[in-house]
């Protein structure tokens, strides 16, 4: 994320965590990666937790070739004439592009003071979207970090509902190798997140 | 008391999320988006702070790319 990668003062670690998962895999669900990113891919430890296994084995796919991770990328997400997946909540939630659940969003983008950005031609649905939007709520990049009830709002809203879904499709989509732990990793984000929010 | 209540179940949070989910391990791509973040000045590097959504280079990239 360009705008906001320390840990603002005054953050609890756990909190950082959360932003930092959201704004990793919100970067990998929104475009391929570079070759830099794979080189720190490689890198990342993980650890003993679920997620943390996860990231070991996103570490150990990030071994293959740039170009491999690349046009994976392409085929599950882009598409000559559409990916394996199709990562908006829109689609997921009615069937079909630009309906309600967009609407429903762009409504709570106002309410939130976050703006599209001009270049962005797309729904703003995009699973990589929202995982960012968490990730501002939760920093403070729109402004003050956003209490809780608001972040447990909007993720109820817009994310939970749905994005589980989509991880499935993704990790049984067949161009899937390398993205197939980044699915993983997802749905454990979200089933934290939801477990989490109900302890609040 | 609703106030005790309220402050047990976030400290129950705050140990859930920091002692079982979500361990040391994501201070791992703490790293990698730090790092992605101090790579050459990408566009969204000058626009003006704080207040709406501020793009990511992968989402910058994306929309270039994206034939939705």
Redesign the interface.
Known sequence: MVAVAWKPQGLPEEDWFRASLYGFLGGLLGAAPDEGTVRSLRAIPGDGTPIGSALRDIASAAALPVSTIQKEYDVLFIGLTGGQVVPFASYYLSGFLFEKPLAALRSDLVRLGIEAGERSADPEDHIAFLFEVMQGLILGAFGEPADLQSQKQFFDAHIGSWADRLFADLEAAPAAVFYRPVARAGSLLLSIEMDAFAMA | MKQVRKTK??I???A???G????????????????????PA?A??SAP????????????????????
């Open positions: 179940a976030s129950g949070r705050r859930f999320l920091g079982v989910a979500i361990g040391a391990g994501a201070a791992g791509v703490a790293a990698v988006v730090s790092a992605a973040a101090s790579e990408g969204g590097k702070p704080p207040t709406g959504y501020r793009e990511t280079d992968h989402v910058l990239r994306f929309y270039e790319s994206a034939s939705f």
